[in-house]
């Protein structure tokens, strides 16, 4: 997120906390929250980014089937790739048809196939498909066990979606009850317990 974006919730958040916590101690911990909410939101990834990785998870296992189907069918690697990424579009589709124009035009098979790396799966996807071309495997047999693979990956991030929407439902329940059972339950007996020290002096 951009800094001029994450400006005024970081404040909106600094302030609100300030005005909670009040007084001088108020504003020193609004300052704090704020520069931790702006450092946050800038670390957070851009929910287009976000959605382009979600598609690439689930459209690679398939565009791995689809370019065995045309290598088995006795399409070469370069016109597969093209056809397979120009009908299955998006972000895998897009990397494919450059992975294809790239072998047309003599590229060697590591620069070509990096065009996928940067996908979720993508790295080992093109890792295995250079070394398929370079040593001479069949790359159906290659693509068929990295779909299978890639799969199987698939299914394991989502499960630690699941997991981590589990825990991250717990962080706002969290941040309204420890502050409240801080103000009710340890102040009052902080409050007491310097009251009696002072008392006794």
């Known amino acids: 997120m951009k800094a001029w974006k994450r400006w005024p919730a970081a404040l909106a958040a600094g302030a609100a906390t300030a005005l909670a916590v009040g007084g001088g101690n108020g504003v ?3 300052l704090v929250v704020a520069g931790g909410c702006f450092v946050m939101l800038g ?25 065995a189907a045309a ?6 690697p370069d016109r597969a790739a093209l056809a397979v990424g120009e ?18 035009l003599g ?18 996807f093109a890792r295995a498909a250079t070394r398929s071309a370079e040593h001479g495997l069949a790359l159906t047999r290659t693509l068929d066990r990295q779909a299978s693979d890639l799969r199987v990956a698939r299914a394991a991030a989502a499960g630690a979606s699941v997991r981590r929407v589990g825990v991250l439902a717990i962080l706002p329940v969290a941040m309204c009850f420890v502050p409240a059972f801080v103000l009710v339950g340890i102040v009052p007996l902080l409050a007491a317990f310097v009251r009696g020290v002072f008392t006794a002096l």
């Open 43 to 67: 670390r957070a990834e851009p929910a287009h980014v976000r959605r382009e990785r979600a598609t690439a998870r689930s459209d690679l296992p398939f565009a791995a089937d689809l370019l």
């Open 71 to 76: 290598l088995r069918a006795g399409a070469p």
């Open 87 to 104: 009908a299955l579009g998006g972000p895998v589709g897009e990397r494919l048809v450059r992975a294809g124009r790239a072998l047309r």
């Open 107 to 124: 590229a060697s098979p590591e620069k070509a196939w990096g065009q996928l790396a940067d996908l979720p799966g993508g790295e080992r």
């Open 28 to 30: 020193v911990v609004g």
